[in-house]
């Protein structure tokens, strides 16, 4: 008996996309073939714009004209599936159906046509969790077909063997079959996908990609997984995107943009137990507990928001939290001592909270003033930047007062810089352009 050839297998797969198509005119047709899943005509270009993938023309054997053909790795079905769905598409799983299925004594076309498509909603729900996970905005419930069950798969290659041995009547020919066909299975096994890159903590980051929304086609989205964890999608910045695109930014680039706590060194978990000491202006100050909550009362105007709630002795302080200090808290790459000193050390008066603020050079330290106003009797502070005039006069906060006359924590030009770096510097600014205009004219 001859060999069946890969062309043979091929034969007839558009045919088989248009009787398909004609039965579920509303499922978008995956077909399984080798490593990888295609799609063609009206569904590959459908899929080329949901999904952001390359889409091609090619010939097909027996068959005349080029085909508009997109495919996509069968590991990246978990990625490509959820978003499917979420589009509000129903898919359906195919396998090509072979040369000998086709032969098989009895069995209708349409039948076996049948077979290939099936609806499975364990499956659906399978894929839409997985999607939940991996995109910003909720999933659209869908129905997914799914390909038929592996023993279904298995029960026909039985048959099918024991139909060529009923034709040959040669052991050898049934053997020479099998052992193909083992083949051909080897090379479809699944390879394990090589790392992107890897963390300092050694973990593994992988399927890092940009995808376009569905709801928004102008915003694009940058995510990947590490360990097989999904990590929830960042909208990525237009300039991001087309270096991605260009190849002129990779993936560990771009994880560094995005998930920049996922890849620092974790710190020992023996840093976030309570209670703890961090030093004080007067000594050691003992923090009893730390820990992160969503603000629930709808009269606060932080209302929703996550914040750091800290409890030192009989104090309890709370704090909206960034971004960036979530993500180092849950990352843990940052101690509840540097969060609790960057969040709450003004309010703890300690000194290493004040020495960010710095005056703008040459601004001379002297012509800062702290004095208590006459008129409401508060404390506030300005600054005589001599010819290029003066400041208007700013409160302080209580806490900034007595870091400065009690804990002597903070400098006067620490709490100037505070509150008027930003006047100082605008002050400076427009005295320089006049300065370079009235030069301009006497030129």
Request: charged content about 30%; aromatic content about 8%; proline content about 5%.
């Amino acid at each position: 008996m001859a060999k069946k050839t890969d062309s043979d297998n091929d034969t007839g797969i558009i045919r088989q996309f248009n009787e398909l198509k004609k039965k579920h005119p509303d499922a978008m047709l995956l077909f399984r073939r080798n490593s990888f899943y295609e799609l063609y005509k009206q569904d590959a270009v459908k899929a080329a714009t949901v999904l952001a993938i390359e889409i091609a023309n090619r010939m097909l054997p027996d068959y005349k004209r080029p085909v508009k053909v997109a495919s996509f790795p069968q590991s990246a079905l978990d990625v490509y599936l959820p978003r499917l769905i979420r589009s509000g598409i129903r898919v359906a799983i195919c396998d090509a159906l072979n040369s000998s299925l086709k032969k098989k004594a009895g069995q209708d076309k349409t039948e076996i046509n049948d077979r290939t498509i099936q609806n499975n909603t364990d499956m659906g729900k399978k894929k839409k969790e997985q999607g939940a996970q991996e995109a910003p905005d909720r999933t659209v419930e869908n129905t997914v077909d799914v390909k038929p069950a592996r023993e279904k798969k298995s029960k026909a290659k039985v048959e099918t063997k024991a139909e060529t041995k009923a034709e040959t009547g040669t052991d050898n020919e049934v053997k020479t079959e099998k052992k193909d066909e083992q083949k051909t299975e080897t090379a479809q096994e699944r390879k394990p996908r090589e790392p992107q890159m890897v963390t300092a903590n050694g973990e593994k980051v992988t399927h890092g990609h940009a995808y376009q929304s569905t709801t928004n086609p102008a915003d694009w989205y940058f995510t990947a997984k590490i360990d097989g964890q999904q990590l929830k999608p960042q909208k990525m910045d237009a300039a991001d995107l087309a270096a991605y695109q260009n190849k002129e930014m990779t993936v560990p680039q771009l994880m560094e943009r995005y998930y920049p706590t996922k890849l620092m060194p974790k710190v020992s978990e023996e840093a976030f137990r309570m209670p703890m000491e961090i030093a004080g202006p007067d000594g050691s100050i003992t923090v009893n507990k730390f820990n992160v909550y969503k603000e629930k009362d709808e009269q606060r105007p932080d209302f929703g928001k996550y914040k750091f709630y800290v409890q030192v002795g009989d104090t309890n302080m709370s704090a909206v939290a960034s971004r960036q200090d979530l993500n180092a808290y849950f990352d843990r790459v940052a101690t509840p001592n540097q969060l609790i000193e960057k969040n709450f050390g003004e309010r703890l008066h300690l000194k290493s909270a004040y020495e960010k603020y710095q005056l703008p050079e040459g601004v001379d330290p002297k012509g800062v003033r702290v004095a208590k106003d006459r008129n409401d009797n508060k404390w506030k502070v300005s600054v005589d930047l001599g010819e290029k005039g003066q400041t208007s006069r700013h409160e302080i906060s209580f806490d900034d007062g007595y870091s400065l006359f009690k804990t002597k924590t903070a400098t006067r030009e620490q709490i100037a810089a505070k509150y008027l770096n930003t006047e100082i510097t605008g002050m400076l600014a427009a005295n320089t352009a006049k300065v370079e205009k009235s030069a301009s004219m006497k030129m």
